[in-house]
């Protein structure tokens, strides 16, 4: 299921123009549809295997810096946040297995990353869902060795997505 921040303006008008702003028209800028990204979820969810409902909200970096400043601890913006299910909720005849969990996914981040790499917000909001799933199948870049980046690898070859958050983290870090 595909949500959308009621802050979150879906088609901000340009603001400067850049070198790399000319290469990304403003319609590739725009943010796809939520049936759009609902499909490619549901294909997304099952080449990583994840069972259950799993929600995106599509949201605001306000949003985003709130909800990584009270769940992280970190007061920043950030491009994917996942929340894996805990628990079941009898009262509502849910058990677990039924929900995989939430992501929250900033689209102005998701959109200055889109023009940095030279592809489309919609490209840039499936990197993000695909890596987020992985987060919501227990998968953890920071503690795993390498089997997550691994992982996201060859998702993406198969959904046809170009480089990843973890690539991009690594050859940043990089000399």
Do not use: C, W
Not at 18 to 27: E, F, G, I, L, Y
Not at 98 to 107: H, K, M, P, R, T
């Amino acid at each position: 299921m595909i949500l959308l921040d009621p802050d979150l303006d879906p088609d901000p008008a340009p603001k400067a123009t850049s070198a790399k702003r000319t290469v990304a028209s403003s319609k590739n800028l725009r943010l796809p549809s939520a049936r759009t990204l609902a499909r490619f979820l549901t294909e997304a969810q099952s080449a990583v295997r994840l069972r259950g409902q799993v929600t995106v909200l599509l949201a605001t970096d306000a949003y985003l810096r709130k909800l990584n400043r009270q769940f992280r601890g970190k007061d920043k913006a950030t491009d994917v946040l996942s929340f894996p299910a805990e628990g079941s909720f009898p009262a509502e005849g849910i058990v677990a297995e039924e929900i995989a969990g939430d992501l929250a996914i900033s689209v102005p981040t998701a959109r200055k990353q889109a023009i940095e790499q030279n592809h489309s917000l919609s490209t840039e909001i499936k990197v993000l869902i695909v890596h987020g799933l992985l987060h919501l199948a227990g998968h953890d870049h920071e503690s795993d060795t390498g089997k997550m980046a691994r992982r996201e690898r060859l998702l993406r070859a198969k959904l046809g997505l170009p480089q990843g958050l973890i690539e991009r983290a690594t050859k940043v870090k990089q000399p």
